[in-house]
């Protein structure tokens, strides 16, 4: 498996190549942000680990950048700076999940590992409910025909209610297990939500997004039994 490490710490970055060389992913350095999006944009790699301060172009930048050329790639944060705006701010750029420094490596290994796995289950795959269309590999969705644009945010909460079509998924679920960001606001899941429906069912005879009262939210086609 192949690792783009952006990092401009010579030391954390030998420290993170080596350890991960030794468990058999092949990685792949870059010390500044121009040369790691770069690196990126042109090369196929299974995970990015991403700096949040870099020289030239920092890694909020990097990540936007990434997201916006539409490259699903799984980008692990890794920074010194754990303030909760931070993470925030790197989440909602499209970080798929965030690591402060100082850390263990074997936390850093399970974080690659788990991403990687995550990422290979959905690679490729499309998801049709009704006649709405998820291409996971390519982050796209389109409903009737009409292609959608989501943000980063918006595309994993709809990934998510489809992976798991009739389920109903808990705000707080959302939070920790769909963007691992346990600090935002409680009406955030709520907030995208509306935004989302916007974008999916306004207009449409047939509203694929429902409310649970008091259990969260699922999506489900015409005749899906809720679970």
């Known amino acids: 498996m192949r690792v783009l490490l952006i990092e401009d710490d010579e030391t954390i970055a030998s420290l993170i190549r080596e350890g991960l060389e030794e468990s058999r992913f092949a990685v792949e350095m870059a010390a500044d942000g121009e040369t790691g999006l770069r690196k990126a944009q042109r090369g196929a790699y299974d995970i990015v680990i991403l700096d949040l301060m870099l020289p030239g172009r920092d890694g909020w930048s ?3 950048s990434l997201r916006s050329a539409r490259n699903t790639t799984p980008i692990l944060m890794l920074t010194a700076r754990d303030a909760v705006q931070d993470r925030v701010q790197g989440l909602e750029a499209g970080a798929d999940d965030y690591l402060p420094k100082p850390f263990d490596f074997s936390e850093l290994l399970a974080r690659v590992r788990s991403l990687v796995r995550r990422d290979k289950v959905h690679k490729g795959r499309v998801i049709q409910i ?13 409903r009737g025909g009409e292609d959608i644009h989501l943000t980063p945010r918006e595309y994993r909460l709809l990934e998510a209610l489809a992976v798991n079509e009739g389920r109903v998924l808990s705000r707080e679920m959302i939070q920790d297990r769909v963007w691992m960001d ?29 409310t649970v009262h008091r259990a969260g939210y699922t999506l489900r086609g015409p005749g899906t039994e809720g679970a």
């Open 182 to 210: 346990d600090e935002s606001y409680s009406n955030t899941v709520d907030v995208h939500i509306t935004f989302l429906r916007k974008k999916i069912d306004a207009g449409r005879d047939v509203k694929l997004i429902h």
């Open 130 to 142: 009704a006649d709405l269309e998820i291409d996971t590999g390519e982050g796209k969705v389109r």
């Open 62 to 64: 990097v990540c936007r």
